[in-house]
Nanobody, 124 residues
Framework: QVQLVESGGGLVQAGESLRLSCAASGRTFSTYAMGWFRQAPGKEPEFVAGISSSGLSTSYTDSVKGRFTISRGYAKNTMYLEMNRLKPEDTAVYYC?????????????????WGQGTQVTVSS
């Protein structure tokens, strides 16, 4: 059974940091690109960041560039999202996702696997 499990969400104040983790199991994801999406209440899901299977290529949505950093663990079945200088508009449920091929444009991501999501709430 394939599983993507997120952790690390929570409630923080604006300007603070959080680190999200995603642990993949049930198959080898070392050949998959992985990414983070988020969905705020009443809004469509949004691509946040993606990383290639090798970890050498990354992409971000404009609103998080310079504040968020995506990375993969050595075994490539784990992924992280370091979120700094958080803003209230970052409040959303954050989902881990895996896709067979990396794309630099987030609009071209159509994940094959999804996690269950973790809530991030940033108060002003």
């Amino acid at each position: 059974q394939v599983q993507l499990v997120e952790s690390g969400g929570g409630l923080v104040q604006a300007g603070e940091s959080l680190r999200l983790s995603c642990a993949a199991s049930g198959r080898t994801f070392s050949t998959y690109a992985m990414g983070w999406f988020r969905q705020a209440p009443g809004k469509e899901p949004e691509f946040v960041a993606g990383i290639s299977s090798s970890g050498l290529s990354t992409s971000y949505t404009d609103s998080v560039k310079g504040r968020f950093t995506i990375s993969r663990g050595y075994a490539k079945n784990t992924m992280y999202l370091e979120m700094n200088r958080l803003k209230p508009e970052d409040t959303a449920v954050y989902y881990c996702a895996a896709v067979q091929y990396y794309r630099s444009n987030g609009a071209d991501w159509h994940p094959d696997y999804w996690g269950q999501g973790t809530q991030v709430t940033v108060s002003s």
